[in-house]
C-alpha cells in the first residue's frame, strides 16, 4: 500500500492532533506533528520525504528555494485563504495543488472577533499600565504612573475591513472618536461603519491610539517608517495585531525607546517566535504577546478540520478551496 505522509507543523500549543479527526484519513495517511518551529537551514532536509504539508498560516516561510528542495511535495495546505510566506505561484506552476481553510463564500471572516479583543487587550494594558503596575505591586510598590483615559481619545485604524471595522463598536462604546486611513478607502466605506476617512498624516497627527489592521503586501510592508511615526503625538501609542512589517521595526524600537511615543502593544513582528532577548523584550512600556490574534479554540479547531477536509478531497481526485498564486505572496 502507498503511504501518503503528511507533516502539520507550527503546533506551538500540541493541540492540532486532538482538534481534527485526522484518523478519518484513508488508510496508509502518516500523521506528523511538528510542535516546535523548524529553522530555515533545516527544513529541506526535515520536510524533503512527505508529500502533504500543513501550515499554520505565515508562521513558517516556504519561498521558492525551499520548496525547491521538497520533491515528494504534492499538495500544500494553509490555514486562511491567502499566505505570504508561500510561493504559491511557484507551486502552481510545478503542479502542486495548495488549498486553504475559512474560505467558503459568505463565511465570516475567520479571526476577526479573536484578533479584535487582542487589540483591545493590548490599547487597555498600554494605556492603563497594565503590565507596568502589575510588576511594580509585586515589586512592593504603588501607584507609578498615571493611566490613560480613552474617552474623548482618537482611535486611528489604518485598515478598514473586516478587522478594522471590528474595532469601532468598542471605541464608540468607551467614548473615543474613530479615524480611518489607508490607500483605497472610500468616504462610502467609512461612513458606513462610523469612522472618518483622513488622509494617512491626519491619521498620525491625530491618533491617540494608532492600531494596525491592514493585509501585509508589497505595497504595505514598511508602510510606517522613522518620519511618519513622527507626526504622532508624543503620548500616542501604536497598536500592531496585523503583520510585524507594516511598521519599520528599527524606527518603532526607536521611538519608544526615545519616547517620541508613549507606547506600543504588539501581538506580530519581523520574526516569530520572537527570539530571547530581543531588544522590545527591554522596553517597560511595551506589552507584547505571541501572536495570540487568531488564536482561540473554536478558530483552531475549524481550520484543523478543514484541513482535514482539504487532505480527504485531495486524495479524493476533487481538491476543494484551492488557493490562486494572486492571493500567494503580496
Given amino acids: 500500500m502507498d503511504v501518503t ?33 523548524i529553522s530555515p537551514d533545516a527544513l529541506a532536509l ?28 504534492k499538495l500544500l495546505v494553509t490555514t486562511g485563504m491567502r499566505n505570504a510566506s508561500v510561493d504559491v505561484g511557484y507551486l502552481r506552476e510545478r503542479g502542486v495543488t495548495v488549498c486553504g481553510t475559512g474560505g467558503t463564500a459568505g463565511a465570516a471572516a475567520p479571526g476577526v472577533p479573536s484578533t479584535a479583543e ?20 509585586r515589586s512592593g510598590h504603588w501607584q507609578l504612573g498615571m493611566p490613560v483615559s480613552l474617552a474623548g481619545a482618537t482611535l486611528g485604524l489604518a485598515g478598514l475591513g473586516n ?31 462610523g469612522a472618518r476617512r483622513v488622509s494617512k498624516a491626519e491619521l498620525l497627527s491625530g491618533a491617540d491610539v494608532l492600531s494596525i489592521h491592514l493585509v501585509l503586501s508589497d ?49 506580530v513582528y519581523d520574526e516569530e517566535p520572537l527570539p530571547a532577548g530581543h531588544e522590545l523584550t527591554a522596553l517597560e512600556n511595551v506589552v507584547l ?5 487568531y488564536v482561540s479554540e473554536p478558530g483552531l479547531r475549524n481550520m484543523y478540520r478543514e484541513a482535514v477536509e482539504d487532505i480527504a478531497a485531495f486524495l ?9 498564486p494572486a492571493r500567494g505572496p503580496g
Fill in 46 to 73: 526535515t520536510l524533503a520525504e512527505f508529500d502533504v504539508l500543513v501550515l499554520m498560516r505565515e508562521r513558517t516561510a516556504f519561498p521558492r528555494s525551499v520548496l525547491e528542495a521538497l520533491p515528494n511535495l
Fill in 118 to 137: 487582542v487589540a483591545w487587550a493590548l490599547i487597555l494594558a498600554v494605556c492603563k499600565r497594565v503590565t507596568i503596575e502589575d510588576r511594580a505591586i
Fill in 163 to 193: 478587522l478594522g471595522a471590528a474595532m469601532v463598536g468598542p471605541a464608540r462604546a468607551f467614548g473615543m472618536d474613530v479615524t480611518a486611513w489607508s490607500q483605497n478607502l472610500t468616504e462610502e466605506r467609512a461612513a458606513a461603519v
Fill in 5 to 37: 505522509t503528511v507533516a502539520v507543523l507550527d503546533d506551538y500549543q500540541g493541540r492540532a492532533r486532538e482538534y481534527a479527526d485526522w484518523a478519518s484519513l484513508e488508510p496508509g495517511v502518516e500523521v506528523e506533528f511538528f510542535r516546535e518551529p
Fill in 219 to 267: 505595497r504595505t510592508r514598511g508602510l510606517f517608517q522613522a518620519a511618519d511615526l513622527a507626526l504622532m503625538k508624543s503620548t500616542a501609542v501604536v497598536i500592531n495585531t496585523s503583520r510585524g512589517p507594516i511598521i519599520d521595526q528599527r524606527a518603532l524600537v526607536d521611538a519608544v525607546r526615545n519616547r517620541t511615543i508613549a507606547g506600543a502593544g504588539l501581538d
Fill in 316 to 324: 479524493a481526485g476533487a481538491p476543494i478551496r484551492t488557493v490562486s
Fill in 289 to 293: 504577546l505571541p501572536h495570540l490574534g
